[in-house]
């Protein structure tokens, strides 16, 4: 560990030398250059044009005056500089090679910084991918001036992995329940051909012995429809993608036409329906969808309610949205299987020979559709009460 560390300090510290000689290169580079401009400058003036300018400046900065000398008793021609004129022109010229050096240093400053961005971009990516890629602590990849990107990272990376986690057991319990089924398809499967065998082969079977036997036959029948359904409610899930059209839902006929619907299916398990719901309560939503919504948690109240007892459906408006429970009477779901009965392929009755549940798809379908309303839905079980509450805006 502590040659480790002792390699890291070393590798910072060759880092960093690395980036100041790079600066002291830059420096080096723009001064040359400067260096190269004016060596250039004074033999374009010296040689090239030492003509034109000798008779530029003589013209522009120095003064030609007679003057009478006594000595020699006649006149000559004094030549003296203008100094003030030679004082604009250096300032003149300190201003233009000011301009010139700002601008070699920007414009290599502009080069040099796309470059360290390109090198920055390329020194995250390069970590982001060794941080997402290794089983690494972000600690171990990011320097200290990345603790921002660093917590940034970890966070996505655990959000990934619960995501990745979920989506592994969602596909585990497919796999599970797609096994499953293909097993539990040749049962009533062999058994309707063994009984309808039995009758084609002993046509002269007493009445009472052949309604048993055809009895049997279409139970088994009714249970092979169960398990194919099963497998074609798991492909419509995977091959289709929601979408809503919304129109305003007059609740109370939707509620009671409901329970009509599934009075055959109450009655096969004694129970009832008690539907506290006032006649003008309205939702805005996909009527469609919606029903599927109420559909599937009023088939799993019957499922997993005792016999002989009373499922109430109460719907209350409240300031802004609509609360709709269902609530009914059979075993306490334990607190862990309740924070996991909204996910896809998830059965609360694990035992393939009950015909309690189905795919494990029709809660996780219920909340997928109640989101995309802009509404919740939750379950709480306690005291042998189960209650599904589901909330929907009313606009």
Known sequence: MRSQNILKLCGDVAIKLKSRLKDIAVVLTVCAVGFVFCIGLYFLVDNVFNGVFVEWFDSHYMIYENRYLADKDAYTVVCYPDWIAIKHLIFWAFLCAAAVCLAIAGI????????KVKQSVTSISQMLHSYMTQDKEAAEVFPKGYAEIAAQMTEIKSTMQRHEQIL???????????AYLAHDLKTPLTSVIGYLSLLDEAPDMPQKQRAKYVHITLDKAQRLERLINEFFEITRYNLQQIHLEKERIDLSYMLVQLTDEFFPLLQAHGNTVQLNVEENACVYGDPEKLARVFNNILKNAISYSYPDTVIAITARQMEHQMEITVQNQGKTIPAQKLDAIFEKF????????????????GLAIAKEIITLHGGTITADSREEITTFRVTLPLR
């Open 346 to 361: 998830f059965r609360l009755d694990e035992s393939r020979s009950t015909n309690t549940g189905g795919a494990g798809l």
């Open 108 to 115: 290599l400053s502009c080069f040099r910084a796309r470059k």
């Open 168 to 178: 592994k057991e969602e596909a585990s319990r497919k796999n599970d329940l797609i």
